[in-house]
Antibody, heavy 116, light 108 residues
């Protein structure tokens, strides 16, 4: 059973960089595509993008230019950076994965607030 | 981008009743690559259905999915207390992956 755990700062200042890490246990990071998804009361669930261990990446065009994902196979971790951020990036951020481009496994989510 | 419109926005039913939730896509969903999720407060979404009609591991058979093209349905045959939650559809046939805005299922 794959388990995911997001970590990172809960507060980020506007125009700065949001950096999150997803730690993977119970499964090989080279097996699945790994996605980041965020959720806000206003926009609902928004897929940010996915990355495969080989480096294959697909970002949501709505965030392109601001988002970067990477994989560290030695640490079994996936990372997300978003720069620069605004108040509109305040959300619960999830990492998620599955056998297809649907999501069997989710982290518990981390609330990131963008505020000065 | 495929826009998914879920209806109704909220649904009030009693335990034991049947729930029918709709998800309509702005264009045809490739190969019925549509999934349904259940989300309870403070929790991550939980996969119920993938491929429009295949139940995920451990999902009770009172949950069923159907549809193709642009019209999809999630049916809960006999509601139990733990089924009252928010339900989302998701399409993964075209990039970007998109989600519907959700249907809130409330106890009457």
């Amino acid at each position: 059973q794959v388990q995911l755990q997001e970590s990172g700062p809960g507060l980020v200042k506007p125009s700065e960089t949001l950096s999150l890490t997803c730690s993977v246990s119970g499964g090989s990071i080279s097996t699945y595509y790994w996605s980041w998804i965020r959720q806000t009361p206003g926009k609902g669930l928004e897929w940010i993008g996915y990355i495969y261990y080989s480096g294959s990446i697909n970002y949501n065009p709505s965030l392109k230019g601001r988002v970067t994902m990477s994989v560290d196979t030695s640490k079994n971790q996936i990372s997300l950076t978003l720069n620069p951020v605004t108040a509109a990036d305040t959300a619960v951020y999830y990492c998620a994965t599955g056998r297809g481009a649907y999501f069997d496994f989710w982290g518990q989510g981390i609330l990131v607030t963008v505020s000065s | 981008e495929i826009v998914l419109a879920q209806s109704p926005g909220s649904l009030s039913l009693s335990p034991g009743e049947r729930a029918t939730l709709s998800c309509r896509a702005s264009q045809s969903v490739t190969s019925s690559y549509l999934a349904w999720y259940q989300q309870k407060p403070g929790q991550a979404p939980r996969l119920l259905i993938y491929g429009a009609s295949s139940r995920a591991t451990g999902i009770p058979d009172r949950f069923s999915g159907s549809g193709s093209g642009t019209d999809f349905t999630l049916t809960i045959s006999r509601l139990e207390a733990e089924d009252f939650a928010v339900y989302y559809c998701q399409q993964y046939g075209s990039s970007p992956i998109t989600f519907g805005q959700g249907t809130r299922l409330e106890i009457k």
